[in-house]
């Protein structure tokens, strides 16, 4: 989801796979926005150390066919192998890919430990409110979001331009936040975490905020997948 399209930046088109014993790290990037999973697994070998560049294609080729039973096998040819490739096997069904040249960008450093405010949102709700306000513009145009005292407030559209606005009753702690994103790519992240609710963690209005999933409004927040999205610049 989070990968690039753009072919004359190979590397950003694949996914990049680190494997570190039991655990294995998803990451993909299309410069405006980065997507983090973790997966728990058993490795035949437990000290296992690893990672990989496969195409985002693959990826999905091998979710949409192979993932429909409940566990697959990884392989993944060593790194000293002329050959490069990853298999995925399961109960029926084989497939292999060679893996993308190149280096994928370091990302870990980009990943925020501290905020200055955080917003814990319903996601269904937070996904209905940014489709009708972003009905009324072009979807690469920047939905604008206020964050103060405990409600978010929507808005599309500018100037002479058709308007939108929304608000809803949220849960905020710290600072006023006054940001925008692309709307498609606030979807996209919205609709991969999986969980009731949303929590969004800020370090500026200027700066990435990184999405978050939750079960309940005031439980524990699910590390194993993060979102960080760059916001855009908007009319005022």
Same mark, same amino acid.
């Given at each position: 989801?989070? *990968? ?17 014993? !039991? ?6 990037? /299309? #410069? ?16 296992? *150390? ?6 985002? %294609?693959?990826?999905? /080729? *091998?979710? %949409? ?22 298999? $995925? ?5 084989? +497939?292999?890919? #060679?893996?993308?040249?190149?280096? $994928? ?40 979001? %206020? $964050? ?32 925008? $994103? ?12 999986? !969980? ?13 905020? +990184? ?18 999205? +760059?916001? +855009? %610049?908007?009319?005022?």
């Amino acid at each position: 989801m989070a *990968a690039g399209r753009d072919d004359s930046l190979p590397t950003l088109t694949g996914i990049h796979v680190d494997i570190n014993k !039991t655990t294995i790290t998803i990451a993909a990037t /299309d #410069r405006y926005r980065l997507a983090v999973r973790e997966i728990d697994w058993t490795p035949n070998d437990p000290e296992i *150390a690893t990672t990989a560049l496969l195409r985002a %294609r693959t990826l999905a /080729d *091998a979710a %949409r066919s192979i993932t429909s039973k409940k566990n697959i096998s990884l392989s993944i040819a060593p790194t000293s192998s002329n050959e490069r490739l990853v298999g $995925f096997v399961s109960e029926a069904k084989l +497939m292999t890919s #060679r893996q993308l040249d190149g280096t $994928f960008p370091p990302y870990r450093h980009l990943l925020p430990t501290e905020s200055i405010a955080t917003a814990v949102v319903e996601v269904a709700q937070f996904l209905d409110s940014v489709r009708r306000v972003s009905l009324v513009t072009d979807k690469t145009i920047p939905l604008r979001l %206020r $964050f103060k005292d405990d409600t978010l407030q929507l808005d599309a559209g500018a100037g002479d331009d058709a308007q939108a606005t929304e608000e809803l009753q949220i849960n905020f702690t710290g600072e006023p936040i006054d940001i925008a $994103f692309n709307p498609t790519f606030l979807i996209d992240g919205l609709t991969a975490l999986g !969980t009731k609710y949303v929590q969004i963690a800020f370090t500026g209005s200027n700066k990435p905020a +990184m999405l978050s999933g939750k079960k309940k409004a005031d439980g524990p927040t699910d590390s194993s997948y993060k979102y960080l999205l +760059m916001p +855009m %610049r908007y009319a005022s």
